[in-house]
């Protein structure tokens, strides 16, 4: 006889899974696909990188002065920071962060979600655990302004990819994210890394248009 639902940890996995077809930057046109589990994986591939990248430029300082980051905890953060989108979906950045009324009841209500729904199947020590790692996901820790930063920076190099591609749509999310990173954000090894794509964006885009 078939079982007609999901026993409780499979209904954790199978809810998580819907990262894999919530669309990302759903009100800009693009050429492939961009769900919010290709940026979360993304996010967390270019954390690691970065942590050790800027690892291993403070152990060449020899300085008792520098925090060192703890890559694993960088590497959670990463993966657990939208996994809220999986119950509430992807809402777009402009909207949330330009309505501060928005933003605040939007921020509630995912907060609602993951503390009531995302992780109630789990043991619960392992769910008050994940709470309380995508509540600092991004925080003011050296690794969650890591994971912020990472945030932009995926999506920046999307945009780069859709550029080089011939998508002009994409050119207002790239300068967001550029300048988004640039202000808010002073991390040695992403800032040589972020000039090297603009300067390549923008011979790229003589050529073409």
Request: charged share 30%; proline share 3%.
């Amino acid at each position: 006889m078939i079982k007609e639902e999901y026993s409780p940890k499979l209904e954790f996995f199978r809810r998580v899974r819907a990262l894999s077809y919530i669309e990302r930057c759903s009100n800009t046109p693009h050429i492939r696909a961009y769900s919010v589990a290709e940026h979360s994986y993304y996010i967390t591939l270019y954390s690691m990188i970065f942590a050790d990248m800027e690892n291993l430029r403070l152990e060449k300082l020899k300085s008792e002065f520098f925090e060192t980051y703890d890559v694993s905890s960088v590497m959670r953060k990463a993966l657990l920071h939208d996994l809220e989108e999986s119950v509430v979906g992807d809402i777009l950045y402009p909207v949330h962060a330009g309505d501060p009324i928005f933003k605040k009841a939007l921020d509630e209500v995912r907060t609602g979600c993951v503390e009531a729904q995302l992780f109630k199947e789990l043991p619960n020590s392992l769910r008050n655990y994940y709470i309380r790692l995508w509540k600092i996901a991004k925080d003011d820790s050296l690794e969650g302004k890591l994971v912020a930063c990472m945030d932009k920076f995926e999506i920046l190099v999307f945009a780069m990819q859709e550029i080089r591609m011939g998508n002009r749509d994409f050119w207002q999310l790239y300068e967001n994210a550029l300048e988004i990173i640039r202000v808010h954000y002073s991390i040695p090894s992403v800032n040589s890394v972020i000039f090297e794509i603009d300067e390549f964006v923008r011979i790229d885009k003589e050529r073409k248009f």
